[in-house]
């Protein structure tokens, strides 16, 4: 089956460490996404990639990094840099770069500061 | 900037009444898209409906449909003949059509909870 596949579906965090969520489409898409949820909280846009070995920032881009060495793998590292991480990440993708294009969202992994 | 205003945290409905969930925005943009996303319990989000705002026609799909008044910057969803599974967050959001590609720029409301009564 087609979709998107995000691991782990849990995460802790040290204090001070980097850790890496994974993304994974195997929907053939052009673009992909990493949002943040926060409880009571809509999305907020964290870095997007319109294509291959390319990707801009979003909203909140600090203390996130990206990689986009492959169409079908998006990675997201948190890093020690972001001092508040706990949170829900749901990683998407879409078949083009159209404005009106349908997301296609992972299950998301929560992340959690020990 | 624009924003996403969903002023319901919750709403509760009876199954199989039709129920009417709430979403204004603020663009100063004249070409835009609004959407509906629904995230069930198990969290992943499923868009539900999408409308571009050139088009005078609400769009529709199957038991669910909008009401876009762009004058008014309202682009509610009404759900017809409510089932269990229609219970989750349902999120509003706009995004520019002339960007520049992709949908880097859409705005999420903070959602609405709903919860339908057997």
């Known amino acids: 089956d087609g979709g998107i596949t995000q691991s782990p579906k849990y995460l802790f965090r040290k204090e001070g460490q980097n850790v890496t969520l994974s993304c994974e489409q195997n929907?053939?898409?052009?673009?992909m996404y990493w949002y943040r949820q926060d409880p009571g909280q809509g999305l907020r846009l964290i870095y997007y990639?319109?294509?291959?070995?390319?990707?801009q920032k979003g909203d909140i881009a600090e203390g996130y990094s990206v990689s986009r060495e492959k169409k079908e793998s998006f990675p997201l590292t948190v890093t020690s840099a972001q001092k508040n991480p706990t949170a829900f990440y749901l990683c998407a993708s879409s078949w083009g770069t159209a404005s009106n294009e349908k997301l296609f969202f992972g299950s998301g992994t929560q992340l959690s500061v020990l | 900037a624009q924003t996403v205003t969903q002023s319901q945290p919750e709403m509760s409905v009876q199954e199989a009444e039709t129920v009417t969930l709430s979403c204004t925005y603020d663009t100063s943009e004249s070409d835009y898209y609004l959407f509906w996303y629904k995230q069930p319990p198990s969290r992943q989000m499923i868009l539900v409906i999408r409308q571009e705002a050139y088009k005078q026609q609400n769009a529709t799909e199957n038991r669910f449909s909008v009401n876009f008044q762009k004058a008014a910057k309202s682009f509610s969803l009404k759900i017809s003949d409510s089932q269990l599974g229609d219970a989750a967050m349902y999120f509003c959001?706009?995004?520019?059509?002339?960007?520049?590609?992709?949908?880097?720029?859409?705005?999420f409301g903070k959602g609405t909870k709903l919860s339908v009564k057997p």
């Open positions: 929907l053939n898409h052009d673009a």
């Open positions: 959001a706009s995004g520019l059509m002339n960007y520049g590609g992709s949908q880097g720029n859409l705005i």
């Open positions: 990639s319109q294509i291959v070995n390319d990707f």
